[in-house]
């Protein structure tokens, strides 16, 4: 597969089809619950109000996936990016730079002028500062994995 070349298509939660839904309900378990081994409830009430990045590769499996949560559902004064997953097929050749870019370029077209605030894995502090957010606040365990608030502006 060729790492780079996936078909990235953002819908609203009302467009997903089933298999789509299917698709992106399966790689987000197979990585945070499976590979993290981080049993949580993933169906957390935010999905119909967000915006449902996926990059499918040429063989129709989704490789790549964000969620993109609108200003009051996860912060009262920011958009968020969460969700932020990469299949292991598709590691290790720029994906997830570039999944992180599609979404920040998507968040921008879907809400101008309006912060972005994530909650990043402490792990991967250094990649979301390369693109641009800045940490704010104390580390603290979020499904007993450390984490950190993160701003864009």
Known sequence: MNKNTLQYTC??????????????????????????????????GKDPHCYHLMGYDSKGVLQAYTRLVPKGI????????????????????????????ESLDWASKLFPDTLLKISAQCYLLQFYTDLGFQAVGEEYLEDNIPHIAMIKK
């Open 74 to 101: 996860s912060y009262p004064d920011y958009v968020s990016i969460g969700r932020v997953v990469v299949s292991q097929a598709a590691r290790g050749g720029g994906q997830g730079k570039i999944l992180m870019q």
């Open 11 to 44: 819908l609203r939660f009302d467009q997903l089809s089933l298999q789509q839904l299917y698709d992106l309900l399966h790689l987000r378990q197979v990585v945070f619950v499976v590979e993290q081994d981080c049993p949580y409830i993933d169906a957390d």
